[in-house]
Structure formats: structure tokens, C-alpha cells
């Protein structure tokens, strides 16, 4: 099968290519999938989208008039992917759901620990020769409430450090209540209590800026908050509010709302355009990576895996369990829900 590649990064070639095992050719591109780039798709059966690719209804009619007849994309978010639009154009959408249980959740530790321990600005201190603590008294994660909005893997790993859980979902788990003693309340309830919150939903229409100026303002003063899921799910100019104004007392983030064009590529030789990434990345009790949480061995050995294997399914005439359906098919309405609407970490 003849297979274009958007958005194609070095870091995951390698691992696509020992997937497909030279039963199928890749067409790497640079690009991101676009209606200018969309061409390039021509000649190929199936398409391999990233999480900044376009795959509006625009750009999905043209992938179908070329003869395109797959899509998979590289993540678990599909909010780049018109689902309606591609299901009326008789092509059949998968994403990769679970392709590491751990790689997100450890980045979203790894993020609290970092601002917690004030690591940011002891590695700048330590590289000045300044060796002083004055500046750099933290907080232990060991007996605090953590908030986590979209509950999964994380949920284990935050338990192991010995804090109190809270959750919110559109489906609860009863297993991570038995198992790690969370409680799910209401997001507004959530933000008040917690001391550090931990964002894992994905971007939907209903979840846009789901944490605005009026959750932050509800959280109390000076809680840490995590967004390792989807930039927009967080209202960035808000959030910069609250730190200026000491509301908010930490922020980490691997996403950022306006991180497309900008992610994943290197700008390093030119001024940073984007003022308020900018402002962010002057103060101290901010850290942004970008967006790197999924990038482990094992998640881009599972993800090209997925990628492969669910188009060797459909070329052989076989259903993959990570094909996201139009509503009222005949896989069950939860199973297909949770695909798309809690990913799991």
C-alpha cells in the first residue's frame, strides 16, 4: 500500500519504516497536510496525519478525489479531523488511542516535580556558577489534592506519591476509585480544592478554554495547573492573568493553544513572534515543553505499529477496533466515545 506521511519528523521515520517492513511504501512530507499540500497525496491509498495536520472538510474532498481512501492519524486527538465530513466522503478514519499507558502521564509528573522543586531556576543558577538556596524552597507532592480532568494512568502514578485524588469526567471509573481512592466531583468543585490540577481531555467543541478566567479564579490561590493534552483547552491570556497576578502559582505546559506552525520546528535563528508565548516563558514559575509527552521508545514503537497494522486490516478486509464510526454504528456507543473523548493517560 502506497502511504504519504504528513508532517513527517525524523524522529518517527524510523520507526514507521521498521513497521511496514518494506511491504509498503512511505511518502514522507515535511508539511503539514493543508489544501496547498493535499496534492501530495496523489497516487496513495491511505494518508498518516499528525496532531497539527488539516483535515477539514475542504482538504478531505480533495484527499477522496485523489483516491484516498484512509486516514489514520498519529495520536489520539481527532480534533483536526472533520469525523462528519470524512464519513460522508466514504473515508474511513482510525486514530491510535493507547499507544503508551505512560508516556504522558510520566511527562505531566515530570512537569509538576520540575516547577514544585524549582528545578527550572536551579539549572540556571547551577550554570551561573550560583550555588545559593535562597531562592528555591519548593513543595512536596507527598499529602496534597491533585485534580485530574480526564482520569487514567496518571491517577497510579500521582497515588504513588501519597496524594489525595479528586477527578472529573464524562465517564467514571470505578476502578480508579477502589484502586487509588479518587473521588470524582464537579469541575468546579475540583478547582477549589485542588492544589494541583492535571489536565488529560481532549479538544471538542464543548471542551474549548474548558478552564477559562472564571475556573482559574475559583482555584485556590496559587495551585499549580498541568495542560498535557490539547493547547486550547486552556485560555492562555487567562492563565497569564492569574500568574501576574499570583492566582495562579505554577504553570506547565507540553501544549500550548497557539502552537501550531510553531511546534515541532526550529525558529531558533529568528525572533519569537508570538508575544504571549513570550510573556510566558519570562517568568520563572512557568515551564512549557513542546509538546514532547508522547515522545518515548516505546510510545513511537506502538504508534507506528497501530498505524501500520489498522491499514493492513481494512487492505485485508478486517475491522480495526480503533476506527472512529459514525454514530450509530454497530460497535457499542461507549466504546466508540472513550476512543475519542478520554485518551488514555
Request: with cysteine; hydrophobic share 50%; charged share 15%.
Amino acid at each position: 500500500m502506497n502511504i504519504t506521511v504528513f508532517s513527517a519528523h525524523a524522529f518517527e521515520r524510523p520507526y514507521l519504516l521498521a513497521a511496514a517492513q518494506g511491504k509498503h511504501e512511505l511518502r514522507f512530507v515535511a508539511e503539514a497536510l493543508s489544501v496547498t499540500t493535499a496534492a501530495q497525496a496523489r497516487g496513495s491509498r491511505a494518508v498518516a496525519l499528525f496532531v497539527n495536520d488539516d483535515a477539514s472538510a475542504p482538504v478531505l474532498t480533495q484527499l477522496a478525489e485523489l483516491g484516498v481512501s484512509y486516514v489514520v492519524v498519529r495520536a489520539a486527538g481527532v480534533d483536526q479531523v472533520d469525523l462528519p465530513a470524512a464519513h460522508r466522503l466514504g473515508l474511513r478514519v482510525a486514530n491510535v488511542p493507547k499507544y503508551s499507558p505512560f508516556a504522558i502521564a510520566e511527562h505531566a509528573v515530570a512537569l509538576m516535580l520540575a516547577l514544585s522543586r524549582q528545578l527550572r531556576r536551579a539549572d540556571a543558577q547551577v550554570h551561573r556558577s550560583d550555588f545559593r538556596l535562597d531562592a528555591l524552597v519548593g513543595f512536596e507532592l507527598h499529602g496534597k489534592t491533585v485534580g485530574i480532568i480526564g482520569c487514567g494512568t496518571v491517577a497510579s502514578l500521582l497515588h504513588g506519591f501519597g496524594c489525595r485524588l479528586l477527578g472529573t469526567d464524562v465517564v467514571e471509573d470505578e476502578a480508579l476509585t477502589q484502586r487509588y481512592g479518587l473521588t470524582y466531583v464537579p469541575l468546579d468543585e475540583l478547582c477549589a480544592l485542588a492544589d494541583v490540577i492535571t489536565v488529560h481531555a481532549p479538544l471538542t467543541p464543548a471542551t474549548r478554554h474548558l478552564l477559562g478566567a472564571a475556573q482559574l479564579a475559583r482555584m485556590k490561590r496559587g495551585a499549580m495547573l498541568i495542560n498535557t493534552s490539547r493547547g486550547a483547552l486552556l485560555d492562555t491570556e487567562a492563565a497569564l492573568a492569574a500568574l501576574e497576578t499570583g492566582q495562579l502559582g505554577y504553570l506547565g505546559l507540553d501544549v500550548y493553544e497557539y502552537e501550531k506552525g510553531l511546534f515541532f520546528y526550529d525558529h531558533s535563528q529568528q525572533p519569537l513572534a508570538d508575544d504571549l508565548l513570550a510573556r510566558l516563558l519570562a517568568l520563572p514559575n512557568v515551564l512549557i515543553t513542546g509538546h514532547q509527552g508522547f515522545l518515548t521508545r516505546e510510545a513511537l514503537g506502538n504508534i507506528a505499529a497501530s498505524v501500520v497494522g489498522t491499514l493492513e486490516l481494512w487492505q485485508s478486509g478486517q475491522p480495526a477496533g480503533n476506527e472512529l464510526l459514525p454514530a450509530g454504528s454497530a460497535v457499542p456507543a461507549l466504546e466508540v466515545g472513550r476512543l475519542h473523548l478520554v485518551p488514555p493517560w
